[in-house]
């Protein structure tokens, strides 16, 4: 029997308002609609991936802002990137980066877009995010 760090996506979601409130308070951007508990604005990203790219759409007003980018998790890290990159084109004051699951191995890449991460689970390198959650 496998064993599992989340039960599913809402699991992940609370683990992280119970893990890192404290951080994702402050952000007055917060990307994704996971957040209900907090109310803070907050802004969908409706992204594209292929096997080469990932296009993120640009979002106006964010210059001087601290935002917090919250996802379902990490693999290789090219979304994440992709989305800071675009959040500093944008001239963010500070960009956070909260996830259920990120490698650690993806961390010193992300980092040079981001401002800080947190993560519930940090295993040592990429795994698929169903090896995370029991229901996908």
Not at 74 to 93: N, Y
Request: aromatic share 6%; glycine share 6%.
């Amino acid at each position: 029997m496998a064993n599992f760090d989340f039960i599913d996506r809402a699991d992940a979601g609370q683990k992280m308002l119970t893990t890192f409130k404290a951080e994702i308070l402050e952000p007055v951007e917060i990307a994704m609609a996971f957040a209900t508990e907090i109310t803070l604005p907050m802004r969908d990203l409706n992204i594209i991936r292929t096997r080469t790219e990932v296009s993120i759409p640009r979002l106006g007003d964010l210059a001087g802002l601290k935002v917090a980018v919250i996802d379902d998790g990490v693999e290789s890290g090219s979304t994440a990137m992709a989305i800071g990159a675009m959040l500093r084109g944008a001239s963010v004051k500070s960009a956070t980066l909260v996830v259920p699951v990120c490698p650690k191995t993806a961390v010193p890449y992300l980092l040079a877009v981001y401002d800080t991460i947190h993560a519930v689970v940090s295993p040592l390198t990429p795994s698929p995010l169903t090896q995370h959650y029991e229901v996908n």
